[in-house]
Structures are given as structure tokens and as C-alpha cells.
């Protein structure tokens, strides 16, 4: 169990390492809101296709469906959107690997983990990560957005570290990852679509296809690395799973460099990265 949790949280890290590039590249075509729509909907499209072979019906009338529910509320939906609006997809990816600092604290909480000199060390670096990144870069370059808007992708690491936490606890009644995924992108399409149809005509202005498709695309990714990462907390603790799946900026990285050779990030975000990712598996790996 425990290797199979490993896997699958690393499977969640190189999903999730994949999605600033697609939300990159959609953003010239589609806004932000909407993106985020047509991802969530698409995931939550193609896991209700495969629903009635992997799910008994019954089961949206138990007390774990309610707590997979609640999670969806935040999580994918309300964090995806903080996080991508607030300072763009390469640097929300970076300090939303603060998501395991949560989830520890969570676990301190509500499932009988505890914090040493490590999880201390840990969160100083988690915070050492955070401060350089509220700096402006180097190179005589201007940062573009407000320091306040870097508690929007904190904000987003928030509730996916609960989520992981409180998803946990579903398991103790019914284990099932991939039901926990359909039930939380099922809310979260809801909630998002709803926000939509409230926008005027002329704030959903842009939207071209070549940028649904891509986010289209982004869903499915990112649809797969919840699904990874639930399957990782079936299979193991919150204290390993999360840190792996944190590793993602890093995954982003190795992707930018090797596959799309776009990549522009520079050595301080990559410190940035480092440092943050570096905590948080401190905080949760005693």
C-alpha cells in the first residue's frame, strides 16, 4: 500500500506540474472564469462516463458523500480560480505548494499527527519561500501584481491541504478515490457554472476555441491528478502523500525545460520553487 500510495502521489505531482503550461497557453484565447469552467466541466464530464462502472449508487446517501461534497465547495473550483487569477499559473503553482502545511496542521488536529523540529524547520522555509517571492525580481524587472494578491494562491493551498485532510477522513466509511473525485468536480462544476451564468455577455467576452480546447485538455490533466492524489490518500497517510504531490512547481520545471523549451522562468523562481516545496516535505515528512 505504501508504494502504491508513493506512485500515485508522484503520478498527481507530474499531472499537476503539466497545467500551468495548458493554462498558459489558453489564457491569450479564453478568460480565466471560464477556463476554469470548461476544465472543471470536462473532468467531471469524463469521470460520469466511467461512473457507472466504478461506483454503486447508493452511495451518495451516506455521510461520506456530504464530506466529499464539502470539499468540493472550495476545492478544485474556488482554489484553481484564486490561485490562476491572482498572479498567474507558474508562480501560484510554486507557493500553492504550501497546500502540505495545511494538511499537516490538519492532520495535527484531526487525525493524531504531531509536529517536531523538523515540521519547524520546515515551515521557516516554507515562509523564507514565501517572502522571496513577495520580492520583486531582479533584473531591474517590476512585479506586476500587489503583494496582497499572494494571499490568493496561499488561500488556494489552504483549501487543498484541508481538502486532503477532510477527504481523508471520508475514507474511514467508504474508500473509494475515484468517487470522492466524482462528488468534488461534480460540486465544483455547480458552483462554477453558476458564477457563469450570473456574468454579463460582455465579461465572457473572450472566448475563442483553440482556448477551450486547451483548457478542455487542462481538465482532463488536471482530473487525472486529483484522482492520482485521492488514490494516494486511499492508499497511505496525508504526511506522504502530500509532499509528493507538492513536488509539481518542480515537475513544472523539468517540463518547461526539456519538453516545450518555452519555458522562461528564471533561477530566482526556480529557488523560489525549491524553497517552498523543500518546507513544505519537511513539514509533513518527521
Not at 508513493?6 to 489558453?26: D, E, I, K, N
Not at 471560464?34 to 469524463?46: E, F, M, P, V
Amino acid at each position: 500500500m505504501l508504494i502504491l500510495s508513493l506512485l500515485m502521489a508522484l503520478l498527481a505531482a507530474a499531472l499537476f506540474g503539466l497545467v500551468p503550461h495548458l493554462q498558459r497557453a489558453a489564457l491569450p484565447y479564453t478568460d480565466v472564469r471560464t477556463g476554469a469552467l470548461i476544465s472543471i466541466a470536462t473532468a467531471t464530464l469524463a469521470l460520469w462516463l466511467l461512473a457507472p462502472f466504478l461506483i454503486e449508487w447508493t452511495w451518495w446517501f451516506t455521510a461520506p458523500a456530504l464530506i466529499f461534497a464539502l470539499c468540493g465547495l472550495f476545492y478544485p473550483a474556488v482554489s484553481q480560480t484564486l490561485a490562476l487569477k491572482a498572479v498567474g499559473p507558474n508562480l501560484s503553482s510554486a507557493i500553492g505548494s504550501s497546500a502540505p502545511l495545511f494538511a499537516a496542521l490538519f492532520a495535527v488536529a484531526f487525525l493524531g499527527e504531531s509536529l517536531g523540529i523538523q515540521g519547524v524547520g520546515g515551515m521557516a522555509l516554507l515562509i523564507a519561500g514565501l517572502s522571496i517571492a513577495a520580492m520583486g525580481p531582479g533584473g531591474g524587472k517590476v512585479r506586476t501584481w500587489a503583494l496582497w494578491a499572494l494571499l490568493l494562491p496561499v488561500g488556494a493551498g489552504f483549501f487543498r491541504g484541508i481538502a486532503q485532510g477532510v477527504t481523508k477522513l471520508g475514507y474511514a466509511d467508504l474508500p473509494s478515490p475515484f468517487f470522492a473525485t466524482l462528488v468534488m468536480v461534480s460540486v465544483s462544476s455547480v458552483i462554477l457554472s453558476v458564477g457563469f451564468a450570473r456574468r454579463s455577455a460582455r465579461a465572457r467576452a473572450l472566448q475563442e476555441r483553440r482556448g477551450n480546447l486547451l483548457f478542455a485538455l487542462n481538465g482532463l490533466v488536471a482530473g487525472g491528478g486529483i484522482l492520482a492524489l485521492n488514490a494516494a490518500l486511499s492508499f497511505g497517510a496525508v504526511t506522504i502523500a502530500a509532499p509528493l504531490a507538492s513536488t509539481a512547481p518542480l515537475w513544472t520545471l523539468a517540463y518547461g525545460l526539456l519538453v516545450f523549451k518555452t519555458e522562461a522562468l528564471s533561477t530566482r523562481m526556480l529557488w523560489i520553487a525549491l524553497i517552498v516545496v523543500a518546507g513544505a516535505a519537511l513539514i509533513v515528512t518527521r
